[in-house]
């Protein structure tokens, strides 16, 4: 598609044009600088990666889920309380907290994806409204919890806003991470490696399984599955499940992987980013991850511009400001919402509620 391919030849030059910016000095090479902005954004894409295969396996079945940011959100928030309960309150191991904090997280994501099912699948309410309802409820839940545990004065915390203990360690990849230079491209977190794994392993399903295909008919023409005793609504709920899962995974990387503390409405839009991420990659597994990378580049981008700021010439001195650069990501998916939005295909069933 074309703006498909305008997008990416953007994103080209937008990554060139930092790249002689910011090799302003012989004491940094362009090498380092590709190394960093590689490793910033298979890092920064990892929620957008979560959140995108979130989107595919609701949408893939016919449910449309625009609740991933509240879903995100909320795991962020119960994840990072997990941890900061299991090593303060209980004394565990920070190490056995944070993974505490992740499984918490999921569940938490999985809850609310049970809540979304149930609006939409149970109840048939407007699945729109349905994810609306889930992204004002994790608003409201998480700012007020966060509130009354940690900035009132007789919390168990005695108003002093504690930290997670710490966050997940790297990992590097044998032989890869040793690589000179390149290598800190493959010396990432747990859930950044695993959102990558999710991605392969999550495009064999839908494509190479007997789940993938009841899940991707169920999504395309209810009513033909039922008729083959598909069981249409069961299919819609565990991926949806499936979808909340995801999300709450995506949404643990925002305070056990990336910061080791919550600030309200901190996912900043990354769920809605997701979906435009999903929609880019034409509701596929490797699509939606090549789509997240688009705009994980976009914010490795204003990070290294950051970083690098000292080797940015006096007459692009505006660049450090992190709202100029910031502004990339919503810009992009703006172009690309506008741009492909009925070019690509969605599911047939995607967003009916179906009647048996």
Known sequence: MEWKRFSFIILIILILFSVVLMVGSASVS???????????????????????????????????????????????????????????????????????????????????????????????????????????????????????????????????VPHAPGVLPRIDIPILSQIPVIGQVFEQQPIALTAIILVFVSHFILFNTRWGLRTRAVGEHPRAADTVGINVNFMRYMNVLIGGALAGLGGAYFTLESVPSFEPLMTNGRGFISLAAMIFGNWTPIGSWMAALVFGAAQALQINLQFFRSNIPEQFAFLQQSYVVGLVPYILTMLILTGIIGKTVAPAADGTPYEK
Request: aromatic residues 10%.
């Open 30 to 160: 362009p090498l380092i600088i590709i190394t960093s902005m590689l490793a910033t954004t298979i890092s920064v894409a990892t929620p957008l990666t979560l959140g995108a295969l979130s989107g595919v396996f609701c949408e893939r079945s016919g449910v449309v889920n625009i609740g991933i940011e509240g879903m995100m959100l909320s795991s962020a928030f119960f994840g990072w309380l997990a941890a900061i309960y299991a090593n303060t309150v209980f004394g565990l191991e920070p190490m056995f907290s944070l993974n505490i904090g992740v499984v918490f997280a999921i569940v938490s994501g999985l809850l609310m994806g049970l809540l979304h099912a149930v609006l939409s699948i149970t109840f048939k309410v407007d699945q729109v409204i349905g994810g609306t309802v889930i992204n004002i409820l994790a608003t409201g839940i998480t700012g007020f919890l966060n509130r009354q545990l940690f900035f009132e004065k007789n919390s168990i915390f005695g108003g002093q």
